[in-house]
C-alpha cells in the first residue's frame, strides 16, 4: 500500500465543488482525480470562465479538454481478489504495482458525503476487490468488481488511528474484458 497523505481543507472543498470524481491506480500510484467542467450549456460559466477561488482549488487545465480543469490529490490503494476460475472466494491480496483500477464515481451525492465526513489532516484510501462474485454472477461468466473508500482520522492520544468511514463508491458487473474496473497490470 502506498503512502497516505492527509487530506487539506482546499482538498475537501475541492472534493464538494467538483463535477466529475475518478480514481486511478496504475504502476502502484493511486490518484483522485478531481475536475470542473464548463459547457456552453451551462449558464454558470457560460463565459468559459473560472472564478478566482474555482482556479485555485482546481489548479490544472485538463491535458487533453481545455473546459476542464482538475485537481489530482495523492490515495492509498489495497487490491484484493481475483480468484482462480471456478473458485467460489475472493482470492489473494494483490500487490499494488500489479493491479491496475480505475473508476469513476457518478453520484455527487457520494463525494459530497466523504466532504462532508472527511477533516482536514484525515487520509483517504481504496480499498479495490475484483471478483467479489456470487453464484448468479458466477453462471453467466461475469465479474463484480467493487471500490471502497475508507476516511479515517489521524492517530489521536491513544496512538490509533480512527476510521470515520467506509464507503462502497462503485461497483461494475460485466465480462472479463478490457472495461473491467480492475485489471492486473
Avoid at 475541492?14 to 500510484?29: K, Q, S
Avoid at 451551462?42 to 487545465?61: H, I, S
Amino acid at each position: 500500500m502506498e503512502e497516505e497523505t492527509p487530506l487539506t481543507a482546499d482538498d475537501i472543498k475541492a472534493i464538494r465543488t467538483a463535477d466529475d470524481f475518478d480514481i486511478m491506480h496504475r504502476d502502484g500510484v493511486t490518484t483522485i482525480r478531481l475536475s470542473l467542467r464548463y459547457s456552453n450549456n451551462d449558464k454558470a460559466r457560460a463565459a468559459g470562465a473560472f472564478t478566482v477561488a474555482e482556479q485555485k482549488l482546481f489548479p490544472n487545465v485538463h491535458d487533453w479538454l481545455s473546459n476542464y480543469r482538475v485537481r489530482d490529490i495523492a490515495a492509498a490503494s489495497t487490491f484484493f481478489g481475483f480468484a482462480a476460475p471456478g473458485d467460489a472466494g475472493i482470492g489473494d491480496t494483490i500487490q499494488s504495482a500489479n493491479a491496475i483500477g480505475y473508476a469513476n464515481v457518478y453520484d455527487s451525492k457520494i463525494f459530497t458525503t466523504i466532504a462532508a465526513i472527511a477533516r482536514p489532516g484525515d487520509t483517504i484510501s481504496f480499498h479495490w476487490v475484483a471478483d467479489n462474485n456470487n453464484e448468479n454472477i458466477r453462471s453467466v461468466g461475469f465479474h463484480r468488481d467493487e471500490v471502497f473508500a475508507r476516511i479515517t482520522a489521524p492517530a489521536g492520544r491513544t496512538g490509533t488511528a480512527n476510521m470515520r468511514a467506509y464507503l462502497l463508491l462503485s461497483s461494475r458487473v460485466g465480462p472479463h474484458d478490457s472495461s473491467r474496473m480492475i485489471r492486473r497490470a
